[in-house]
């Protein structure tokens, strides 16, 4: 069985910044695509970057030049590395990916979330 789970929310300053993590675990045979999307109160879930295991990427406009994603292929982990955080950038940050498993069909599962508060 799969599973998607996501650490590293919390709250931080306007300016601060703060590392996630998503660990995918089960019987796994590969990873083709992971990312990270988020959904803020009374908002529409949003993709924030993700990126292939042939390492490319895309990232939101409302990211480019302050966050960073990077994958560990060999311990299934994806980061995410948000700097300059906003007020606006609060919400709960759900990893996604898409996984062909050892006796599974490839499918795209999610991670339960990780709340990321931006305040003074």
């Known amino acids: 069985q799969v599973q998607l789970v996501e650490s590293g929310g919390g709250l931080v300053q306007p300016g601060g910044s703060l590392r996630l993590s998503c660990a995918a675990s089960g019987s796994i045979f590969n990873i083709s695509i992971m990312g990270w999307y988020r959904q803020a109160p009374g908002k529409q879930r949003e993709l924030v970057a993700k990126?292939?295991?042939?390492?490319?990427?895309a990232f939101a406009d409302f990211v480019k030049d302050r966050f960073t994603i990077s994958r560990d292929n060999a311990k299934n982990t994806l980061y995410l590395q948000m700097n300059s955080l906003r007020p606006e950038d609060t919400a709960v940050y759900y990893c996604?990916?898409?996984?062909?498993?050892?006796?599974?069909?490839?499918?795209?599962?999610w991670g339960q979330g990780t709340q990321v508060t931006v305040s003074s």
């Open positions: 996604n990916a898409l996984i062909q498993g050892m006796t599974t069909d490839t499918a795209w599962y």
């Open positions: 990126g292939t295991s042939a390492g490319r990427t």
